[in-house]
């Protein structure tokens, strides 16, 4: 496998409003491993399948973005099971460039990597098939040791480092930075044992805090985050918190408390080349507790907070450039707390960096592809009676509600959540408009349209 060069100087390139700049002439294997999140943290993995339902389709989502990220054409998409066939049909209608699609389950991926580690070498015949694919990059959510592994035995290289990686989504190593850089930061304590973090809350306590939130170094999902009140002993934290080191203790800033009115929630959705960051769109983050159901572009009150847009993507260059120095590539996000205060001044802390496709970046691609100065709107919905992809689909093109793209307006479902029948069980649900209002209202009135009760829920 080829060495990776050393990181040149980053060029910071806004580009709100416009389609992003992706691998526009590079095609990919690329391996949805999402349980790889966690780097060898196998308590974390497990956790995490917990909350997610239907976690082998979660992959799905790819489908429509892959070739728009990778524009070299002759992409492979490997899945843990066949998407749902209307949904296909559909994104083909569009005119969207779909990957080829190779199935290998989780139980194969692990044995796969198993082998990989212990012979340096497997039989499995799917690396046939992709050792002779012309695509010459190999990459998934995260480049972990299996994904690492893979491409040697495949001969193919992959985008980032497994160092530049794992260090990327690192929530430590990224806070370290930032204060070393002077950027605001959380206060913070670690913590390397739950003793350690009854300490912290009290700490908190005594500066006016009532919560605190205690961050793993890697998480994802809201696995590795959880929030605990100050005034109480702590329960007992999982193992899977420590299995990086020590994890981190941080007040949790809320209106009412040390002068702050009110809480947002923007992200910067990122995309690092080897020389250039391009920093595509600026989103809300629909949140409960932290824990992320969907987001929407524009901010509604973007235009309302002077200097907010441009604070925000001067320290998402400051963040962005930090992850390339670690050997990252590809698609990520900042993601940010902001803080509004009483005397109409605010601060914006970077609360983590997602080194990887994450749940924003779906929407906000196929957003800006069809509608690059629109808006855009996506939310999880569950339905409380599983029901065929081909039926959700003509029930939405029926009401004149599915999107249209010679319109750019409508829903765009992104992903379906397959049960184990192959009826769809939950699903992602872009709306694509002219404003922000409109997309809300083409989400909230499809309650109409179902003949099944659906709510909004997080990915779990």
């Not at 060495?3 to 294997?29: D, M, Y």
């Not at 205060?341 to 924003?360: M, P």
């Amino acid at each position: 496998m080829a060495a990776f060069p050393e990181p040149p100087a980053l060029q910071v390139i806004p580009t709100r409003g416009k389609t992003p700049h992706c691998w526009e002439n590079r095609s990919v294997i690329f391996v949805a491993n999402l349980l790889s999140l966690f780097f060898g943290n196998r308590e974390g993995a497990r956790l995490l399948e917990a909350e997610i339902s239907c976690v082998d389709s979660y992959g799905g989502r790819l489908l429509p973005v892959l070739g728009l990220i990778f524009g070299g054409g002759k992409n492979v998409l490997v899945l843990e099971r066949i998407p749902d066939p209307a949904l296909t049909a559909f994104f083909l209608s569009l005119g969207l460039e779909l990957p080829e699609i190779e199935i290998l389950p989780r139980p194969d991926f692990l044995a796969l990597g198993r082998d990989l580690k212990t012979n340096g070498s497997t039989t499995h015949p799917l690396l046939d098939r992709l050792r002779c694919h012309p695509a010459k990059t190999l990459d998934g959510y995260v480049t972990d040791e299996t994904i690492s592994l893979l491409a040697t035995a495949l001969g193919k290289r992959t985008l980032s480092t497994t160092e530049g990686s794992h260090h990327g989504n690192n929530k430590l190593l990224l806070h370290q930075h930032l204060k070393h850089t002077g950027l605001p930061v959380f206060p913070t304590r670690l913590a390397r044992s739950s003793l350690e973090i009854t300490s912290a809350l009290h700490e908190f306590h005594n500066d006016g805090h009532q919560a605190a939130v205690v961050k793993s170094q890697i998480g994802a999902t809201g696995i590795g985050m959880l929030k605990l009140p100050t005034d109480a002993p702590p329960p007992e934290i999982p193992a899977a918190f420590f299995f990086e080191g020590p994890c981190m203790v941080q007040a949790w800033l809320r209106p009412g408390e040390h002068g702050i009115t009110s809480i947002r929630s923007p992200s910067v959705q990122i995309f690092l080349h080897d020389e250039t960051a391009y920093l595509y769109d600026l989103t809300e983050q629909i949140l409960e507790d932290s824990i992320h159901e969907g987001n929407e572009s524009p901010p509604s009150y973007l235009d309302e907070i002077p200097g907010l847009e441009s604070e925000i993507f001067r320290q998402t260059g400051v963040a962005a450039t930090w992850l390339h120095r670690q050997g990252y590539r590809g698609a990520a996000s900042a993601d940010f707390l902001l803080a509004l205060h009483g005397d109409g001044s605010f601060t914006a802390y970077v609360c983590e960096i997602n080194a990887r496709v994450t749940g924003a970046t779906y929407p906000s691609v196929l957003a800006r592809h069809f509608h690059p100065h629109g808006a855009w709107r996506m939310r999880n919905l569950e339905f409380t009676t599983p029901l065929p992809g081909s039926f959700l689909l003509d029930i939405l093109r029926t009401r004149s509600k599915l999107f249209d793209p010679d319109q750019r307006n409508g829903i765009l479902p992104i992903n379906f959540n397959l049960d184990p029948d192959g009826s769809v069980r939950k699903g992602q649900f872009l709306a694509i408009a002219d404003n922000l209002p409109t997309c809300r209202r083409l989400l909230d009135t499809t309650h109409q349209d179902l003949p099944v009760e659906w709510n909004y829920t997080r990915d779990r």
